[in-house]
T-cell receptor
Framework: QVDVVESGGGVVQAGGSLRLSCAGSGFTFNNHGMHWVRQAPGKGLEWLTFIWYDGSNIYYAQSVQGRFTVSRDNSRHTLYLQMNSLRPEDTAVYYC?????FGTGWGYFDHWGQGTLVTVSS | DVVMTQSPDFLAVSLGERATINCKSSQSVFHISTNKNHLAWYQQKPGQTPKLLIFWASTRESGVPDRFSGSGSGTDFTLTINSLQAEDVAVYYCQHYYVPPYSFGQGTKLEIK
């Protein structure tokens, strides 16, 4: 059974940093690209970043480019999101999401974690 | 960047009737390398995480009831839910995966009339 479990959310002051983790299980982690998607309270879904299966290519949304860094440790089956210079508008549930395709991926998402809440206070 | 726009924002349909949700992309999401439309649909029920319904614009994910169907090509797409059930109350999102940055539509909230 495929599972992705996020951790590391919490409350942080504006300008601060936080690192999220996502543990993947039930699938061959190093065969799949992974994404982070967030959802602000009562709002829609926002795609943030995509990392290839081997970490060799990474893409970001403009809203987080230069502030957030995605990485992965395939030996630990874990995805990370380092978030710096946090702003109140970054307050959201952050979802770790598995790409449906193998290797370089397709870009659509077949398994979502339960999400971890990040609250940035001003 | 490709911008996705859904219509309507809110939809109320009677049980057993058909619900139709539209999604328009700011540029074509048909990719000649795959000969497919890079468009997916997701369902997010209240208090739950999103769930994949449709990919490649019209391919139903395993386990999704066949009352859900996707259609369209290029820039205009439709999610159709036939014979609406009470459990279909949710917010529905389209998403392009033509090229990063990927993006979602703003969502369509579907309720029972």
């Amino acid at each position: 059974q495929v599972d992705v479990v996020e951790s590391g959310g919490g409350v942080v002051q504006a300008g601060g940093s936080l690192r999220l983790s996502c543990a993947g299980s039930g699938f061959t982690f190093n065969n799949h690209g992974m994404h982070w998607v967030r959802q602000a309270p009562g709002k829609g879904l926002e795609w943030l970043t995509f990392i290839w299966y081997d970490g060799s290519n990474i893409y970001y949304a403009q809203s987080v480019q230069g502030r957030f860094t995605v990485s992965r440790d395939n030996s630990r089956h874990t995805l990370y999101l380092q978030m710096n210079s946090l702003r109140p508008e970054d307050t959201a549930v952050y979802y770790c999401v598995k790409d449906a395709g193998f290797g370089t991926g397709w870009g659509y998402f077949d398994h979502w974690g339960q999400g971890t809440l990040v609250t940035v206070s001003s | 960047d490709v911008v996705m726009t859904q219509s309507p924002d809110f939809l109320a349909v009677s049980l057993g009737e058909r619900a139709t949700i539209n999604c328009k992309s700011s540029q074509s999401v048909f990719h000649i390398s795959t000969n497919k439309n890079h468009l997916a649909w997701y369902q997010q029920k209240p208090g739950q995480t999103p769930k994949l319904l449709i990919f490649w614009a019209s391919t139903r994910e395993s386990g999704v009831p066949d009352r859900f169907s996707g259609s369209g090509s290029g820039t205009d797409f439709t999610l159709t839910i036939n014979s609406l059930q009470a459990e279909d109350v949710a917010v529905y999102y389209c998403q392009h995966y033509y090229v990063p940055p990927y993006s979602f539509g703003q969502g369509t909230k579907l309720e029972i009339k």
